[in-house]
């Protein structure tokens, strides 16, 4: 039997099979009797299936467990290498595409730049040739590849499949981009299309072993996106847009936004935000090293020397992010007032790099959350960091075959 086939197989009969994989998927090393307490099952049924499965190849004997008294339990776990998952970020700032096996584990991964040269076609023509050349480096056939996740920034069109009208990418034609059809042609998979932030709060909840089922996922950079669990399920909006929550207004007379409003809290930590206020910081008589990277020519900052400096501890970025922080907190801290999650990951190239720009945001934000002593929620930078988007891409394609 193929993987994909098993999979895609919703009769009656096949649910209750593909519900026992996904146990031993989720759950692996488990014994029978565990699996029994869990489907209530009957033993024979079980047996049966077990050894259906085996024949199949989707799972294995994988060793014993702990004797309670009697012979040791047979634990069983599923083959990790019987098919692949591809997993896609797209960010404003970078594509990622990597290849999974099926413990969601990253077997090859290229990622590259967005510049103002990436138009929609050309990204996507990227895309297919780099996971051509994954499966060719593999060896593995379109059969030996069940799904393809994206997470994109929004909104998006799950249904149709289509990136909608995201702002800020740095090439044109970012509108309407029928993204899911035009890979399906060259990879006839499932493919599914979410929000990247959303994406990345699924990885980071598998990986932690479905610890914090209410989560909230941050990713700072050019916007601010956030996505969210709840019971450990990810909220989706209408329109699966995530963006939005860079535009709360934070000072109704504060800075212009790009959005045309004032005072949106984006208006105070994007990198362009952040490239404006250095700026100001420079003209007022301050040196930076970015400022000898880029010869005095103040509009040649990019995101990615803001990156370099933090690395550097360099004193005027320093400060800056200081003064980003507290904006930054604020927002973070309303957003928990209004979701209560009880697990805040701040993911973002600034946080990761700099020693202490992220306790100065979780320091801020919490002097914000009401009542902080009752809500509990803690802070981390996630496990997955900058994989984040496309592991939990690659998840929510694995995922879909379940629902
Ligand atoms: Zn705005």
């Not at 493919?191 to 610890?211: C, F, M, P, S």
């Amino acid at each position: 039997m193929n993987l994909k086939e098993f999979l895609l197989d919703d009769s009656i009969k096949n649910r209750t099979l593909k519900s026992v994989y996904q146990l031993i998927h989720e759950q692996g090393p488990i014994s029978k009797v565990e699996l029994l307490q869990m489907t209530k099952l009957k033993q024979t049924t079980l047996v049966r299936m077990l050894e259906e499965l085996i024949e199949a190849k989707m799972i294995y004997e994988s060793g014993f467990g702990k004797s309670s008294g009697g012979r040791p339990p047979v634990l069983y776990k599923i083959v990790p290498n019987r098919s692949n998952l591809i997993g896609i970020d797209i960010s404003r700032t970078h594509i990622t595409v990597m290849i999974l096996d099926l413990t969601f584990t990253v077997i090859e991964k290229h990622s590259f730049p967005m510049s103002n040269t990436h138009t929609p076609n050309f990204v996507i023509q990227e895309i297919i040739r780099i996971i051509q050349d994954m499966m060719e480096n593999h060896n593995l056939s379109i059969y030996e590849i069940i799904g393809i996740g994206i997470g994109s920034v929004g909104p998006i069109d799950r249904k149709e499949g289509r990136i909608l009208t995201p702002e800020s990418f740095p090439a044109q034609g970012w509108h309407n981009v029928s993204i899911v059809k035009q890979l399906k042609e060259a990879f006839p998979v499932k493919i599914v299309l979410e929000n990247g932030a959303n994406t990345a709060a699924i990885g980071e909840h598998w990986k932690t072993q479905n610890d914090n089922k209410h989560m909230l996922y941050t990713i700072s950079g050019v916007g601010l996106r956030c996505g969210m669990l709840m019971n450990g399920k990810v909220v989706q909006n209408n329109t699966g847009d995530a963006s939005s929550f860079g535009h709360m207004i934070i000072d109704m007379n504060g800075r212009n936004c790009s959005c045309g409003k004032q005072g949106c809290l984006l208006a105070y930590i994007s990198y362009d935000a952040m490239i404006k206020r250095l700026t100001e910081i420079v003209q007022a008589g301050s040196h930076t090293v970015i400022l000898d990277w880029v010869h005095g020519n103040m509009e040649k900052i990019t995101f990615q020397h803001l990156v370099d400096a933090a690395k550097l501890e360099d004193p005027v970025l320093n400060e800056l992010l200081k003064e980003t922080a507290i904006y930054y907190g604020i927002g973070i801290a309303n957003i928990i007032n209004t979701l209560h999650p009880e697990h805040v990951i701040l993911s973002g190239p600034l946080l990761f790099e700099h020693k202490t720009y992220f306790n100065e945001v979780v320091e801020q934000a919490k002097k914000y959350i009401y009542p902080y002593e009752e809500q509990k929620v803690t802070f981390s930078k996630g496990i997955l960091k900058e994989d984040a988007v496309a592991v939990g891409a690659a998840i929510y394609a694995f995922q879909s075959f379940f629902d």
